[in-house]
């Protein structure tokens, strides 16, 4: 088979669109990789604790160790689940005892297992006794 010269002209038109058009392609998924790669790097940045939150914490009023739900005690700089269950469970305790209060000040935080002075001296702020 012979080709004319405008069949070859076609055929070099042909392929050099199709080369153009596949250059296209390659270089637009280039681009949706570079953008999905970003998106992931900020959720992955977005999710890691501390970045982008403040570390104040801001309680709407002071919490009673005496007679909060652990759920509240959380809520304090350093008293975790464990220690808020902890503390509850020594206030019942110490109720049936047949005194009182559990806590007069932020010091009695200290007989809670984990809470140790510099603790106790940071959550003083958040506390109240009544």
């Known amino acids: 088979m012979i080709l004319s010269a405008?069949?070859?002209?076609?055929?070099?038109?042909?392929?050099?669109?199709e080369a153009g058009q596949d250059s296209?392609?390659?270089?637009?998924?280039?681009?949706?990789?570079?953008?999905?790669?970003?998106?992931?790097?900020?959720?992955?940045?977005?999710?890691?604790?501390?970045?982008?939150?403040?570390?104040e914490i801001k309680l709407e009023g002071k919490i009673n160790p005496n007679d909060?739900?652990?759920?509240?005690?959380?809520?304090?700089?350093?008293?975790?689940?464990?220690r808020a269950e902890a503390i509850v469970v020594y206030r019942e305790s110490f109720g049936k005892e047949g005194q009182?209060?559990?806590?007069?000040?932020?010091?009695?935080?200290q007989k809670i297992k984990g809470i140790g002075p510099k603790t106790a001296q940071n959550i003083t702020e958040w506390l109240k006794f009544e």
């Open 6 to 17: 405008s069949d070859m002209t076609t055929d070099n038109f042909v392929r050099r669109a």
């Open 24 to 55: 296209i392609q390659f270089f637009a998924f280039v681009i949706s990789v570079c953008v999905a790669l970003c998106f992931c790097i900020g959720l992955a940045v977005s999710s890691i604790p501390g970045s982008g939150q403040s570390c």
């Open 68 to 82: 909060a739900p652990a759920a509240s005690l959380v809520r304090l700089p350093g008293i975790g689940i464990s």
């Open 100 to 109: 009182s209060k559990a806590f007069e000040n932020s010091d009695d935080l």
